[in-house]
């Protein structure tokens, strides 16, 4: 089943636009791993608040992706650029609603 997950990541808004350069570069993994369907960046500038909204084709497809997120590093190394702790959530896709 189809799931929508967010994730907000509150990040510092003095490192704002570095945190924005990592993230780009680190969506592009994102985007190409099995399972993704969709990853939009939204950012709240007055706040620094950075929100990404992902489809995936299945809510085991995210959570392997985010093992090897957590495998590679990736939260360890953007967890500088942010003033709180992510927030996830996920979200069944109820088309027939």
């Known amino acids: 089943m189809s799931v929508m997950v967010t994730l907000e990541l509150p990040a510092k808004p003095e490192c704002l636009s570095e945190f924005l350069d990592v993230m780009r570069e680190a969506l592009i993994d994102t985007r190409a791993y099995e399972g993704?369907?969709?990853?939009?960046?939204?950012?709240?500038?007055?706040?620094g608040s950075v929100l990404l909204v992902e489809?995936?084709?299945?809510?085991?497809?995210?959570?392997t992706y985010m093992e090897w997120r957590m495998e590679t590093g990736l939260m360890d190394a953007i967890g500088?650029?942010?003033?709180?702790?992510?927030?996830?959530r996920t979200f069944s896709i109820k088309s027939d609603v």
């Open 36 to 47: 993704c369907n969709k990853v939009e960046t939204f950012v709240e500038e007055s706040t």
């Open 55 to 63: 489809l995936w084709e299945t809510a085991g497809h995210q959570q």
């Open 80 to 88: 500088g650029f942010l003033s709180g702790a992510p927030m996830a």
